[in-house]
């Protein structure tokens, strides 16, 4: 049930760009009450706005609430994002394995982003659009993640809410989380991008920019060498079959100019099921969900790759989320 805070013990300025522990998502998602369901926190927060009088011009200030069910909401977004993560990664290998490489680049691209957004979901925020009288966006801010009290805000989404300013609040957020595997700092510090929207600026001039995108169809020997490269660069992970000695060759495989976006989408994968791994232990109906979610996946990818096959996905999607003993 949702409760108004009028005087809430921190504001969405102060907590913007806070990093919560492990310690502080495992309290806040032991204590929601999760059930697998396709409900956004849009969908939730809408109706409940609409019949308390609120509309699109209700927003000049934070409103702040507090409802363990937005907690629920934000783990079935992290759960969804992440299968949309997956699926655009089995796309990506299936353009790169047949040398198109704008595509594959601009495909991994969004499994990149859509892991973002769900590591986003698992420290308590996103931004969304509240269907009220108008579409208003707004950002969800955990002002206190333990108790599940959130800030509803129009401010500080950028000039660019859905292709930059998730990036750079994924960086400022996770560059100071512990995380589990020395391979993922990676992909969660800012010291190693120059830019934090650097994926999603090569995604638009691959996009957009006209003769930045799509070379190998005006030069087949291009075709050529991006296939070359991509073989080359699978072959080592086809070897692997433990997530430590996958997240090593990633590591290395991360700050090459041919592989880094490759790479980096499998690391933050990886990262998202770690961080899941920690909350499943606490959340019985989470742990069910994700057990359901693993048997999804692998019908889905015996249904991608029918005939035995050495695509090395097929070794690395049951090992997200396994741990890393």
């Known amino acids: 049930m949702v409760t ?28 929601s009450p999760f059930v697998p369901s396709a409900t956004s926190v ?10 308390n009088g609120y509309n699109s011009g209700s927003f000049r200030s934070e409103l702040y609430i507090q409802d363990a069910q937005i907690t629920a909401c934000l783990m079935n977004q992290a759960l969804e994002f992440l299968e949309r993560a997956l699926c655009n990664t089995i796309a990506q290998y299936i353009l790169a394995q047949n ?8 495909t991994n691209y969004y499994a990149s982003y859509f892991s973002v957004h769900s590591l986003l979901c698992l420290q308590g925020r996103t931004i969304t659009s509240l269907r009220l009288n108008n579409a208003v966006q707004v950002q969800i801010v955990p002002v206190d993640l333990r108790t599940h009290v959130f800030g509803i805000t129009k401010r500080h989404l950028g000039k660019n809410p859905h292709h930059q300013t998730p990036w750079v609040r994924f960086y400022k957020i996770y560059d100071r989380y512990a995380v589990p595997h020395q391979a993922n700092e ?29 070379g190998e169809i005006r030069n087949i020997a291009r075709h050529g060498e991006f296939s070359g490269l991509f073989t080359s660069y699978v072959s080592a992970l086809e070897t692997r079959s433990t997530l430590p000695d996958f997240l ?16 980096r989408a499998l690391l933050k994968l990886a990262l998202a099921g770690e961080i899941l791994l920690f909350i499943r232990a606490v959340n ?4 069910a969900e994700w057990v359901a979610m693993r048997r999804r996946w692998q019908d889905f990818l015996a249904t991608v790759f029918p005939n035995p096959s050495t695509c090395y996905l097929l070794k690395f999607v049951p090992l997200i989320g396994s741990g890393l003993a």
């Open 42 to 51: 849009s969908d939730y927060l809408s109706p409940w706005l609409i019949s």
């Open 284 to 287: 019985v109906a989470i742990e």
């Open 186 to 214: 990676l992909v969660a510090r800012e010291a190693y991008t120059a830019e934090p929207a650097d994926e999603a600026i090569e995604r638009n001039a691959l996009n957009y920019t006209p003769f930045k995108g799509f």
């Open 248 to 263: 090593t060759d990633l590591q290395g495989f991360a700050s090459d100019s041919d592989h880094k976006y490759f790479a």
């Open 99 to 106: 040398g198109l490489e704008t595509w594959a680049r601009v």
């Open 4 to 31: 108004v805070i009028t005087s809430p013990a921190a504001t969405v300025e102060s907590m913007l760009e806070h990093s919560w522990l492990a310690d502080d998502q495992k309290v806040a998602f032991a204590a």
